[in-house]
Each structure stands twice: as C-alpha cells, then as structure tokens.
C-alpha cells in the first residue's frame, strides 16, 4: 500500500482447473486488501488474467506474477515471511511484532492450497493462525491484512483504471474515472 514498504502474497499449490478460483480470489483479496502484488506459484494463467482485467478496470497499483520456482522467492527475501497456517502462532499474540518489523521492511505472506511442504514452516519468519481452526486462504487472508494494516487498508486510494464504484445506501452506482477529476 502507498507509504508502506512492500506487501507480497505468495500462493502456493495451485491446481490448474480446480482452484482457478479460489487462487483468482486470493489475488483479489490482496489487492483490495492493500497488499501489493501476489506471486502465484504454478500454471494460473487464467487466474492472473481475471485478477489483471479487474485491476484495468478499478484501478491499481497491483501487480500479478506466475512463478514456476518459488522457493528463491521465499529464500531470497529481504524482510519478514509470515506463512499462514491453522496450525501456527495466534494471529492476536504476533500481529505488533509483524507490524513493527512492516514499518521497515516489506512483507511476504505465504498461504497454500494443499498441504503446504514442511520447509516453508521453516523458512517462515511468522507461522501465523487467523484461530487455530481450518478454514480458508482466502478467510485468512483477508483477515491477516486488515489486522497488518490496523483497518487503514479500508481507506486506500487508487489510481487508474476506468471505473469507480460510488457506495450507496441502495442501488449500484459505477462512474468512469475522468467524470471523478478532481474529486479522487
Ligand atoms: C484448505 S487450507 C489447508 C489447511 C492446512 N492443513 C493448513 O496448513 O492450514 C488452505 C490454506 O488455507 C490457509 N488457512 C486455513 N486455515 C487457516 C487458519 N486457521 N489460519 C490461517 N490460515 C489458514 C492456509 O494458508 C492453508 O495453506
């Protein structure tokens, strides 16, 4: 998000066919979320171009990357690695040290599929429980962002794209982005 260093979502284990959609909501949850760009490990040339076409046309900055070799991602990365896992550390006990490191450095946050191999526990800086209770990537995802960003994510700005969604107490209103000048 703007003014913040880096936030990076790596999803691991997709199917090609069966999870097209739940890896194209992650992506999507990022974005909307305030992460910056997700890296999707695998054949999800499907996912990325939804994720991309949203991006054209509510605005960004975010960014899709398919990635065949993901381990030098996770190895090679020069700040904090949170994995998210029902079976990691309570989410309510780490979240201000995460925060605090955020200040600094950019963050990497890892959610699976599948099972998740055992050397991306290791390698985490942060195994991290949104409740110790299977749930969803995509839930904990979502949840993981908000308590990174303390609720500011809600308040993000966007730049480019066609189209803004005006809220409304009932009906939908959507509006091209040059009938906003001056209003953004
Ligand atoms: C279908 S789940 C697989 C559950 C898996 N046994 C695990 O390690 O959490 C797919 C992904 O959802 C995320 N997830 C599921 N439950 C979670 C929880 N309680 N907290 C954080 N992430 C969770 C994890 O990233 C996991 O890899």
């Known amino acids: 998000m703007q003014g913040s260093p880096e936030v990076c979502v790596l999803r691991l284990g997709h199917r090609p066919g069966r999870d097209n959609r739940m890896t194209t909501h992650v992506g999507l949850t990022a974005r909307a979320l305030g992460a910056d760009r997700v890296v999707i490990a695998g054949n999800a040339s499907k996912s990325k171009g939804t994720i991309e076409d949203i991006t054209a046309r509510f605005g960004g900055p975010f960014e899709v990357e398919l990635s065949d070799s993901w381990r030098p991602l996770l190895r090679d990365w020069s700040g904090v690695v949170v994995h998210l896992t ?9 979240e201000e040290e995460i925060r605090a490191a955020h200040r600094a450095d950019p963050v990497l946050v890892v959610v699976g599929s599948q099972k998740v191999p055992f050397d991306v526990y290791d390698a985490a800086d942060y195994n991290v429980g949104v409740t110790n209770q299977p749930h969803s990537e995509v839930a ?5 962002l908000d308590h990174l960003f303390d609720g500011r994510e809600l308040d993000r700005e966007w ?6 969604v005006l809220p409304m107490e009932t009906g939908k209103r959507v509006v091209p982005v040059e009938d906003l000048d001056g209003e953004e």
């Open 86 to 94: 029902m079976y990691g550390e309570r989410v309510q006990d780490v």
């Open 140 to 144: 904990g995802l979502a949840v993981f």
């Open 159 to 164: 730049e480019g794209g066609e189209s803004r």
